[in-house]
């Protein structure tokens, strides 16, 4: 291309001379003629310099696209063994039943219930129905204790009152974790299916960030149940707690006691020792 543009210029000078020259054929020679027709050539040469240009980026852009795609598919498709290879079963919640706790009073089956089911009145309920009632404190009777009976007294009501409230709302807890288990498998299988799936719908991005997320909330459901029965477990360990903590305390509180009425308690007793022994004469004479 670049001689050709040199030899150009060169014959049109050569030429130049002969403007006027008549030929044979009657042919007159145009030298502004040939200079339009040599630009016209220079530019159809352009246009198929450009066009091949852009066939040849028309033809690298379709390469990579078809690439792009065949990427694509490829990581849309399922292994077709990789349920098999990594599926797994999991703990599932059962149901407690007559079998496992015979109800030979009439007294069981409310707490299977409510183990089974949850909700507080149905915990209540189970506690009414399973623990022995707890009688109140004849007023009299607490009034004429001395102070650090009634204190015993009362604190042993406190903490008959707390495990109550700890027992019935831990079957209340475990109860309604229980009953939601059944769903709660379910949405694990469906997800479980759709991960394991060869299905191209399944597959998509969109999909896969669904299944994410599902997955997540599902973990998070599933921890909120763990914390519920750590919490439960907890305020029981509190209540254990406390009860230890009210008998130690009730042995310090005997001892302190002891160690302080003692000296006058065994003072009376031995001076009314020595007062009785005193008053009784072994003589015939009463002397």
């Known amino acids: 291309m670049t001689n050709r543009k040199l030899l150009l210029p060169a014959l049109f000078l050569a030429l130049a001379p002969l403007a006027h020259a008549q030929f044979g054929s009657g042919i007159v020679y145009d030298p502004t003629q040939s200079a339009h027709a040599i ?26 696209v078809i690439a792009a795609y065949n990427l694509a598919y490829q990581m849309s498709k399922m292994p077709q063994d990789l349920a098999a290879r990594y599926q797994s079963d999991f703990s599932m919640w059962t149901n407690f039943s007559s ?7 009439g007294n069981t089956s409310a707490w299977i219930t409510a183990l089974d089911l949850g909700n507080p009145t149905r915990a209540v309920s189970a506690y009414n129905s399973a623990v022995i009632p707890l ?65 191209p ?27 519920q029965i750590l919490s439960a477990e907890a305020a029981q360990q509190a209540l254990d707690a406390k009860e230890q903590l009210d008998e130690r305390n009730r042995l310090i509180d005997e001892s302190v006691y002891f160690n302080q009425n003692f000296p006058n308690v065994m003072q009376q007793t031995t001076g009314g020792i020595t007062s009785a022994l005193q008053s009784i004469s072994l003589s015939p004479d009463g002397r």
Do not use: C, W
């Open 39 to 64: 630009e016209q050539i220079e530019q159809e040469s352009q246009s198929l310099q450009t066009a091949e240009q852009i066939y040849t980026t028309a033809y690298k852009t379709m390469n990579q």
């Open 99 to 105: 079998a496992s706790a015979p109800d030979t009073y």
């Open 135 to 199: 009688q109140s404190y004849p007023s009299s009777g607490l009034s004429s204790q001395d102070a650090n009976t009634q204190a015993a007294i009362k604190n042993q009501y406190a903490s008959s009152e707390l495990g109550q409230a700890t027992v019935t709302n831990t079957l209340s807890t475990l109860g309604t974790i229980r009953a939601d288990s059944e769903t709660f498998q379910q949405k694990l299988a469906n997800l479980q299916a759709d991960t394991y799936s060869t299905d």
């Open 201 to 227: 719908t399944q597959q998509t991005s969109n999909a896969l960030l669904g299944k994410i997320n599902s997955a997540t909330v599902l973990q998070i459901h599933s921890q909120q149940d763990t914390n």
